[in-house]
T-cell receptor
């Protein structure tokens, strides 16, 4: 059972544009929602994370928007750069280290 | 501070064999989790060890097992390998096992190919 659904599977954005990736979850017990960035040949690296008592969190060009009632959260990458080209994963967990990941979004930022 | 290290980085095995993968967490981290990454199933949680005890286990068959040593280093073992076990196996370490923002740091993974 896929508990975290991520869309789109792939995304092409022009340099300077906004990249938006969406995730939806089913388990209302989830209480920590991180986003990971993965480059080819590397392990995932934590980008930004949010807890459900906050509706938005911003770190530099990266923003998470969280809608608890809709059980959805999204990642916005402002002023997207070619160096942002990577695969992005949303994830969720409940009081522990057992992360449930979305299916991933392959982002390509065209110069 | 050194990151999470995994050995070996690449491994080729044949069906029916067994394999052992190793993970050294960041110094001071006591929790080690293992994940399997495949194109079809994505990233899936295998198990987590904290202070040498298995804390959580994902939905994988008993052929997948692991352990953690007193220095927090961890190994995972897959017995009777199947073609479908071909994957990138990722290890992640963190300070604690629960509570608060508990950032997990991932290693580069071990690429296992089963022929």
């Amino acid at each position: 059972q896929q508990q975290v659904k991520q869309s789109p599977q792939s995304l092409i954005v022009q340099k300077g544009g906004i990249s938006i990736i969406n995730c939806a979850y089913e388990n209302t017990a989830f209480d920590y929602f991180p986003w990971y960035q993965q480059f080819p040949g590397k392990g995932p690296a934590l980008l930004i994370a949010i807890r459900p008592d906050v509706s938005e969190k911003k770190e530099g060009r990266f923003t998470i928007s969280f809608n608890k009632s809709a059980k959805q959260f999204s990642l916005h990458i402002m002023d997207s750069q070619p160096g942002d080209s990577a695969t992005y994963f949303c994830a969720a967990t409940h009081a522990g280290n057992m992360l449930t990941f979305g299916g991933g979004t392959r982002l390509m930022v065209k110069p | 501070k050194a990151g999470v290290t995994q050995t070996p980085r690449y491994l080729i095995k044949t069906r029916g064999q067994q394999v052992t993968l190793s993970c050294s967490p960041i110094s001071g981290h006591r929790s080690v989790s293992w994940y399997q990454q495949t194109p079809g199933q994505g990233l899936q949680f295998l198990f987590e060890y904290f202070s040498e005890t298995q804390r959580n286990k994902g939905n994988f068959p008993g052929r997948f097992s692991g352990r953690q040593f007193s220095n927090s280093r961890s190994e995972m073992n897959v017995s009777t390998l199947e073609l479908g076990d071909s994957a990138l196996y990722l290890c992640a370490s963190s300070l604690m096992t629960s509570g608060g923002y508990n950032e997990q740091f991932f290693g580069p993974g071990t690429r296992l190919t089963v022929l």
